[in-house]
């Protein structure tokens, strides 16, 4: 009886986001409540209880992500500033130029490092704020430019160390465990996104317009058409009066400095360093290649206070997934859901991987299976109830999350591509779909292989 | 209730009067060269050098249009007319899709009327006749079906951009939106028309600064607001 008013609870909780009644971080707040509560735990006290267990300890239950995220987002704020991002992009437009697909496959390649670095939205932009107009002036379909940007920011999530940290403590394994899933995972992942980018500009061909488009900030916001190749829309000086000032702020990095992606993940591959040196390295790496001594401090201070603001969702939600997983992981839940979750879940290799792909819609428009939501809270069960051992759990929400890192309509970074390249984001779930599905089946066989035969 | 004419009834559905003869006081060479500005990879170059992209591409461009005339050649791709140009964030006046098997060009019809409600409003509907501006967007993207063969390897050549340099060696680099300037080059020499759709695409662009998206509803019948005529 409590197992299935926990999960009514989580239906509920489900339909809260799915209708965007509650943003995702309230509603995962509000159902650690209630689970704790239906599971019979005690409102206040110090062991086991909603208040001392729940909201205390688990507020800071991820804290060691939450320092990552803000690092990477950092690292990523500084990317963007100097242009070492906008130089890689801009760089291999230019050598690509006359092949769509090859300056397709160049952004997925620049994708992929951005991925490695920051998530969500501020990769996507990372990568496409001139990788998707770019891809698009040259004649790739601005669905598939959209594609482009978030298979490569996925393709890199295997590499991304704050993903690392996250799943570290998320599902409770070590580092070094994660690190061995997810670089088997990668080369899945970048396969499956080249296939994405070839097949698809195969199919749908190059496409060259006469267009202009509207200009970013709105009628007399004025930034002038974004990818349609139209001339400046605003008067006089305006067009070149901005790319000064735009050269300014962020002309092309020095070719050294366009290495800073890969540095922190070489020296935590590499040398074994852990997270938080390793990306602290990469920001020392960027402000001493890409900005004027002079200009560094006050360079890195006002990069650090601009990434505030591009940490503080994830920041927020990872404050609530660990409520959550303090509540799904307190006795009374876990005696409760286990026996149920037992049941349903498939114990043969075979039907793991079948009964799981199956299952792949439900990461989507933050269902159950999004592990940045419920999942963490289904992932925290299958592991308290002891149904799969830790790296299998861990090898199955990976998986997921190729999914919904570029398919779901309702991810930041999934909006913001699809809305950037002029296409509706259930357009590109379509587009993008079928791959993505494929990689996370695959990802399903490899977590079968590797921990459950 | 009859619809109003007057630009101070609607004083947001086009773009001021003087903004249109400020545009209409340009050359091609500028108004290519501000359209390279605003196309992405080009927010570092100086605008000597991107008028001198410009020029470049409105030389390949009109010598296109020229051998194209002396071969008695035109549009060889399959031509399909639609509506859906005008779009929340985007007018769409034509597009040219290339695939293995062949090549496309869709005509826009309604991006097109308004286009030519633009040309109405700016004072420019004997430049723009209706015919004129369908013509130069089927010419528009047989150019662009041009430049995929040696066309666009000449362009690339005759622009000389370097991407990269070790010591003597240079790779020569792809210039963004340079194909862009040559097919609106090679639209203006074909139709024979007075000015360059170069001019009517800036003039749209100002129109959307000013104004926002136009209604996707029948431009055709949208009133001429008496422009700067």
Redesign the interface.
Known sequence: MTAFAILAVMAVGVGLMLTRRLPTAFALVLLSVAIALIAGAPLTGDEGSVTGTVLQEGAPMLASTMVAILLGSWLGTLMSETGIASTLVRKIVEFGGERPSVVAVGVFAVAIMCGSITGSAPAAMLAGVVGIPAMIAVGVPPVVAAGTVLVGIAAGLPLELINWQFLSDAIGVPVSTVQHFQLRMFPIAVVGGLAYILIEMRRRGTRHTWAVRVPAGGADGGSGPEAGGGPDAEGGHGAFTRAARRRERRGDAPWYALLTPVVPIALALGLEIPIVPSLLTGLVFALVTAVRWREMASTALRSLYRSFDVAAPPIVLFIAIGMLLAAVNLPGAVEALSPVVTAISPSSPLLFVAVFAVLVPLCLYRGPMNIFGLGAGVAGVLISGGIYPPPAVLGLMASYGQVLGVSDPTSTQTVWSAQYAGVRPERSMLSTIPYTWAVAIAGLVLTVWLYLL | MSAPTSGAAEP?RFAPAE?YA?LAALGDVE??A??L?????????S?ERLRAWARTAIAVGTEMAGDADAAGSGAEARVAESTGGL??????????????RG?TVVLYTDALDYARTVAEAAGWAADFPREAVRAA?LD??CA?RLLHGPR??DL?RRLD?T??AVGRLR?R?????A??IA?HAYAHRRGRMRRS??LL??A???T??????PAPAAPASVPSPGGPA
């Not at chain 2, 680099?173 to 939106?177: D, E, M, S």
């Open positions: 947001r903004r400020e108004l290519g501000r359209m500005a605003a196309a992405p990879t080009h927010e570092g170059r605008p779009r929340r964030d985007e007018v769409l006046l034509a597009e040219y899709r290339r695939r293995a090549g967007a528009h993207e662009h666009g390897r690339r951009h991407a990269a790779v680099g792809h210039v963004v939106g194909d862009e097919a759709p170069l695409t800036a749209v662009a100002a959307l600064a000013h104004a926002g998206p």
